[in-house]
């Protein structure tokens, strides 16, 4: 099985995209614990995502309008959940996506457009917003898992893409540290179990 294989549930929802970061992480345990883990990892447990979010919602939290959910027990899919993203597919124990649109640019916060299906993220075309989405993919690998994130972003007209481009060369880093901060999240939880 290719990793291109597995990912099929995102490549389904969001083939097209102007921006994607990947990173993997082999686990010393079975798919099936590897996705308990993924979908109980808290905040908490993703060590660089309470600072690294606190800081992109100083803007909004300056003008009273933001919150930090990022401290919460709860678990981070369920938190992202109720926070505007949508599960775009669910392949248990393979592949989960989840996607949001909106303005990730504006530094006074961005509330993702509410969207009822992932028929709806797929088409959605309105100019002005971007469409992000966020897999995880679980892959058997020897006695172990290799456990593979991939994030894709698309503006949905030339002026969006030009900002949205121009927002990720200053957060990507960021961004590359919360996915990898993930992954050793979800390891330490499916390696401890």
Do not use: C
């Not at 099929?8 to 097209?16: H, K, N, Q, V």
């Not at 949508?86 to 989840?98: K, N, S």
Request: glycine share 6%.
């Amino acid at each position: 099985m290719t990793v291109a294989s597995v990912a099929a549930l995102l490549d389904e929802a969001f083939p097209r995209y102007d921006v994607h970061e990947v990173h993997s992480l082999e686990l010393r345990a079975p798919p099936g614990r590897v996705w308990d883990a993924l979908r109980a990892v808290t905040p908490l447990e993703i060590r660089v995502l309470a600072p690294l979010m606190a800081l992109r919602s100083v803007p909004a939290l300056l003008a009273r309008r933001g919150r930090l959910p990022y401290s919460s027990s709860e678990p981070l899919i369920e938190v992202f959940l109720r926070a505007g993203f949508l599960e775009l597919g669910v392949d248990p124990g393979r592949e989960y996506v989840a996607g949001a649109v909106g303005r990730f640019w504006s530094l006074a916060g961005n509330q993702p457009l509410p969207l009822a299906s992932p028929a709806e993220f797929v088409a959605f075309d309105d100019p002005g917003y971007a469409k992000a989405a966020l897999n995880f993919t679980l892959e058997p690998s020897g006695a172990g898992t290799l456990l593979r994130t991939e994030t894709r972003v698309a503006g949905t007209d030339p002026e969006a893409t030009r900002l949205f481009r121009r927002y990720w060369r200053v957060i990507y880093p960021g961004s590359a540290l919360i996915r990898v901060s993930w992954l050793n999240a979800i390891r330490r939880r499916a390696e401890r179990l």
